[in-house]
């Protein structure tokens, strides 16, 4: 069974443009999140995506958005490319969330996203 | 906000060995669930063990066991027989409403042969 997949595995950005990051979740999982570890942060939650909404974000300004598709897959956009936002970015899934189940959440390989 | 603290950057065990990996957490709540993870090289998060606050008993994974102290938040890991294969970052979380994984800043687990 093929697990979290995620595109592309490197992205070299110029600032000030928009990054999109790509992400497939195991099959049979419906909610999808997102974290940022960049070096000296830490992991660090972004969001999370259930049924096609957004269900929690962390602290993140709105430049970094995202959606998700009904067949459950998800978009991670970053808009205005800071130097900072260079970071490894994991996706993750899980799945159907009831209320705080604690549901076990598995991760990809991450995007290396580069800003230049 | 939720913390969890991982006092130990970095550890070594000889290969065979038995090591415990520290970690402590914050939190009001009487329920919620604790996590380890660990990430090698390629950069993959891999579970190793997740453990229930409302349950007493101690989770076990093979050679991966946890201690589990909820009044103290505490809740280490005890790799026995470590194995080169175990040499990696690990990652203690704790989940927050939200489903919200709050990472520690990690233990760099070094393996000798």
């Known amino acids: 069974e093929a697990g979290v997949t995620q595109s592309p595995t490197h992205l070299i950005k110029t600032r000030g443009q928009q990054a999109t990051l790509r992400c497939s979740p195991i099959s049979g999982h419906t909610s999808v999140y997102w974290y940022q570890q960049a070096l000296g942060l830490g992991l660090q939650f972004l969001l999370w995506?259930?049924?096609?909404?957004?269900?929690n974000r962390g602290n993140f300004p709105p430049r970094f958005s995202g959606r998700q598709f009904p067949n459950y897959s998800s978009e991670l956009n970053v808009n205005a490319l800071e130097l900072e936002d260079s970071a490894l970015y994991l996706c993750a899934s899980s799945l159907e969330v009831q209320e705080f189940s604690g549901n076990t959440i598995y991760f990809g390989e991450g995007s290396w996203l580069t800003v230049v | 906000a939720q913390t969890v603290t991982q006092s130990q950057p970095e550890m070594s065990v000889q290969e065979a060995e038995t090591v415990t990996l520290s970690c402590t957490y914050d939190?009001?709540?009487?329920?919620?669930?604790l996590f380890w993870y660990k990430q090698p090289p390629s950069r993959q998060m891999i579970l190793v063990i997740r453990?229930?606050?409302?349950?007493?008993q101690n989770a076990t994974e093979n050679r991966f066991s946890v201690n589990f102290q909820k009044a103290a938040k505490s809740f280490s890991l005890k790799i026995s027989d470590s194995q080169l294969g175990d040499a990696a970052m690990y990652f203690c979380s704790y989940m927050e409403y939200g489903n919200k994984l709050v990472f520690g800043a990690g233990t760099i687990l070094r393996v000798k042969s």
């Open positions: 939190t009001s709540e009487s329920d919620y669930y």
């Open positions: 995506y259930d049924e096609g909404e957004e269900r």
């Open positions: 453990q229930e606050a409302y349950k007493q």
